[in-house]
């Protein structure tokens, strides 16, 4: 494919997932049975269709009908009929009724933002229940937004000013991040090793909420700083970036093919103080990692600080894998509870004292968030917790929660959902 069709096609799938439940809604009063009766390949023609009806302005209504005819027909063989005549009539149906205008949502909230923003059902009655209908809907939109394409600046190479003009004199429209201090917002988007600077390690892909969670770890220079869940390495070479590339990072992750995009991470933008290590976090020890390779710290052997940046069901990062949605569930919510709990219990066992430890997911589920952490807590007197807001900038202060961590769910800023809390391990503290 050459470039526009290759954009077209990434529209079009990417489309078709993240409008799913709108789409069959609108398909619905064109069928005379339901949708999930008919074979999975005319259910995902018709799908491409409507969206190319719905939300391709570009395209004409006759060639989007017309093309996905012809894909039935090309499907003749493998369905054992021919299903265009099919195809034909519901998106001609569709084009000739009036458009159906979204239920209102007095009668049935969550239903009504289910089909308004393709998010499950299910998952808009959660929202609704933890943050009423305003926040639930705003978080619903965010997740059915495309996402603006955001860099993190590398600052051992570029000031973020400097970039930004780099960009500029490119002809690439950006703008300074709302919050971070040091993202940058590409307005519209475009294959990233064609942005300038990407070969030489002036950027890194970040969306802007992932970029405040090293902030609140603080990492300074000369510091020993363990990332316990490390790859692809965009939070590891923050750390390295606020360190001014000085001291040591052990980067863990359990995959070790994982830990090439590490090492290529850190080998573009520059680098030098990351040790990359396989293995699980929740086979920690003190002072060791697994498979018995040592450290090599000094007494008392541990790490200044510790970033667990820990596995989570993803749900603050829906609209980056609108393909994930179907397979949410809400018994995943005890299986990662159990895992965050476990890598935790370990990490903090190598965290020494008055040494910080930060704890963050890409979702804000309380059970991945605040269950985790006060459970934590109580069997762990020696560690306190910390409120954020002294370690972000004051345009993020409204985004610190009553218990003082991090949490941007439901922001109006076009953000990522993110948690992270900051504890401090108080033993032999007065």
């Known amino acids: 494919m050459d470039g526009r069709d290759r954009a077209f096609a990434m529209e079009l799938v990417y489309g078709v997932l993240r409008r799913l439940e709108t789409l069959d809604w609108r398909l619905e009063p064109a069928l005379k049975k339901p949708l999930p009766r ?15 009806l719905a939300y391709m302005d570009r395209v004409p209504a006759s060639a989007a009908v017309n093309e996905s005819v012809n894909l039935a027909k090309a499907q003749r063989a493998q369905l054992g009929r021919d299903w265009g005549g099919l195809v034909n009539a519901v998106l ?9 205008p ?4 007095q009668s049935d909230p969550a239903a009504a933002l289910s089909i308004r923003y393709a998010v499950p059902q299910w998952l808009c009655l959660r929202w609704i229940e933890q943050m009423g209908l305003e926040r639930a809907e705003a978080a619903c939109q965010t997740v059915s937004a495309v996402p603006v394409l ?4 590398n600052r051992q190479k570029v000031t973020r000013d400097g970039f930004l003009e780099q960009l500029r004199t490119a002809g690439i429209v950006s703008r300074a991040t709302t919050v971070s201090p040091v993202g940058v917002v590409l307005e519209e988007g475009r294959a990233v090793p064609t942005i300038p600077g990407f070969q030489d390690g002036l950027f890194y892909v970040e969306d802007e909420a992932a970029q405040l969670v090293p902030l609140l770890l603080d990492p300074q220079p000369d510091e020993c700083v363990l990332d316990a869940c490390a790859a692809p390495g965009g939070k590891t070479t923050h750390l390295a970036d606020l360190m001014s590339n000085r001291g040591r990072i052990v980067a863990m992750d359990r995959h070790a093919v994982r830990l090439q995009m590490v090492n290529e991470n850190c080998r573009r933008l520059g680098v030098t103080i990351v040790t990359p290590i396989a293995g699980d976090a929740r086979e920690l020890k003190a002072g060791v990692l697994p498979q018995g390779r040592d450290l090599l710290i000094p007494p008392p052997g541990i790490f200044d600080r ?13 609209r980056r894998h609108p393909d994930a949605k179907g397979k949410k569930d809400t018994g995943m919510f005890v299986r990662h509870q159990m895992l965050q709990s476990e890598i935790l219990e370990q990490a903090s066992s190598v965290l020494r004292p008055g040494g910080v430890l930060v704890y963050s997911t890409c979702s804000t589920e309380p059970e991945e968030t605040e269950e985790v952490i006060s459970r934590f807590c109580r069997n762990h007197s020696e560690f306190v917790r910390e409120s954020v807001v002294p370690w972000l900038p004051a345009s993020a202060l409204p985004l610190v929660t009553a218990q003082g961590a991090l949490s941007t769910m439901g922001n109006v800023l076009g953000m990522d959902g993110f948690y992270a809390v900051r504890l401090r391990n108080a033993k032999g503290q007065q």
């Open 38 to 52: 008919l074979p999975q390949i005319v259910q995902m023609l018709l799908r491409m269709g409507m969206y190319q």
């Open 92 to 100: 001609r149906t569709v084009t000739r009724l009036p458009e159906r």
């Open 102 to 105: 979204f239920p209102e949502r």
């Open 150 to 153: 955001t860099l993190r600046v």
């Open 306 to 318: 510790v970033l667990v940046d820990a596995p989570c069901s993803g749900l603050g990062v829906l």
